[in-house]
């Protein structure tokens, strides 16, 4: 798979942000409803690991919005003083957002591999055909 990589701001251009621990993040996968969607949320999942730590409290998520995928990681915390009260997000970093630019089968071969699915000007014609 290769994206494009767009709006890009790392943890110190963030207000606020809080420190990463080493626990296992929990993963979130967003509105990857097409079958190309599905394909490309499993090429996501499988560059984290499968048994997260959920005391660590950390959150990646992947949102999917009209073929562009926001990528956000948090921390939650639950206020002890409050029971019963919503938890709240604390922004980690880094923060970026990405476009699928092609999909290719098999292991990577640039010169001579097949692709499933390579995104095209053309296609781009309807504002309301979206592909992931």
């Known amino acids: 798979m290769t994206f494009r990589l767009s709006s890009v701001k790392l943890p110190d251009q963030i207000r606020n942000h809080a420190k990463a621990t080493k626990h296992k993040p929990e993963l979130i996968l967003n509105q990857f409803s ?8 499993r ?6 690991p499968q ?29 002890e003083d409050k029971k019963g009260e919503k938890a709240r997000l604390q922004e980690i970093g880094p923060r970026f957002t990405l476009k699928l630019k092609s999909v290719q089968s098999g292991a990577f071969d640039a010169s001579r591999g097949e692709y499933e699915w390579v995104h095209k000007k053309e296609n781009d ?8």
């Open 34 to 41: 097409t079958r190309l969607g599905m394909r490309v949320s």
């Open 43 to 48: 090429g996501i999942a499988s560059l984290f």
């Open 51 to 79: 048994d997260p730590e959920f005391t660590g409290r950390r959150v990646v998520t992947f949102h999917n919005q009209r073929d562009y995928i926001f990528v956000r990681h948090h921390r939650y915390i639950f206020p």
């Open 125 to 132: 014609t309807s504002k309301k055909r979206f592909f992931l």
